[in-house]
């Protein structure tokens, strides 16, 4: 069974930094490309960050320059580094999988944690 | 920039039948934009209702259905029931700079 654990949000001032986990099972991380989405209080969801089977990395400009996504295959973890932080960065953070037809991605999301809150604030 | 809008809200008599719509600032939706429908309930993660335009995710039934119409993404309730009450949510793949662009979302009330 497909299961992502996101952790590590929290309470972090403006200008600090935070890095997210996402814990996944039931496939292997590096055989997929993964992404990080986040939703803001009462607002919709939003593309932030995706790390392709190759390691190609790309990112939302929003966050671009201040968030790195990772991953450590050993561990079968994605990871997202979030430095710089301002208050519009306040979110929760969902890691979700990519989905494929086949051998093809489908340019989707197929699986999602259950996401974990991110506030920025003094 | 790419925007996606979709209509802020929508109702529907359980029963009724309901099409949802996506479409792109700039130009049509086709295909090529792989759109994918997500249903949300408050507090909860996204579910996967659509992909590739018109793939039903495992699981889910047959009265979801997707489509282009005219020069936009759709997703079409068929049957309507008191449990799709939902936030509903497309996305389309862009490519280049932001990648994935996710559209505003419809509020969907049964009613």
Redesign the interface.
């Known amino acids: 069974e497909v299961q992502l654990v996101e952790t590590g949000g929290g309470l972090i001032q403006p200008g600090g930094s935070l890095r997210l986990s996402c814990a996944a099972s039931g496939f292997t991380i590096s055989s997929n490309y993964m992404?990080w989405?986040r939703q803001a209080p009462g607002k919709?969801?939003?593309?932030v960050s995706?790390i392709y089977r190759g390691g190609n990395t790309?990112y939302?400009?929003s966050v671009k320059g201040r968030f790195t996504i990772s991953r450590d295959n050993s561990k079968n973890t994605l990871y997202l580094q979030m430095n710089s932080l301002r208050a519009e960065d306040t979110a929760v953070y969902?890691c979700a999988r990519g989905?494929y037809?086949g051998y093809d991605p489908?340019?989707?999301?197929?699986?999602?944690?259950?996401?974990t809150l991110v506030t920025v604030s003094s | 920039q790419t925007v996606v809008t979709q209509e802020p809200s929508f109702s529907v008599s359980p029963g009724g039948t309901v099409t949802l719509t996506c479409a792109l600032s700039s130009g049509s939706v086709s295909a090529s934009y792989?759109p994918?429908w997500?249903q949300?309930t408050p507090g909860q993660?996204?579910?996967?209702l659509i992909?590739?335009t018109n793939?039903r995710?495992f699981g889910v039934p047959d009265r979801f259905s997707g489509s282009i119409l005219g020069n936009k993404a759709a997703l079409t309730i068929t049957g309507a029931q008191a449990d799709d009450e939902s936030?509903y949510?497309c996305?389309l793949?862009v490519g280049s700079?932001?990648?994935?662009?996710?559209?505003?979302?419809t509020k969907l009330t049964v009613l």
Do not use: E, I, K, M
């Not at chain 2, 700079?97 to 979302?105: E, L, P």
């Open positions: 992404n989405v919709g969801l939003d593309w995706v790309y939302a400009d969902y989905g037809t489908s340019y989707y999301f197929d699986y999602w944690g259950q996401g | 792989f994918s997500y949300q993660a996204p579910r996967t992909y590739r793939t995710s936030d949510y996305v793949y700079g932001n990648h994935w662009v996710f559209g505003g979302g």
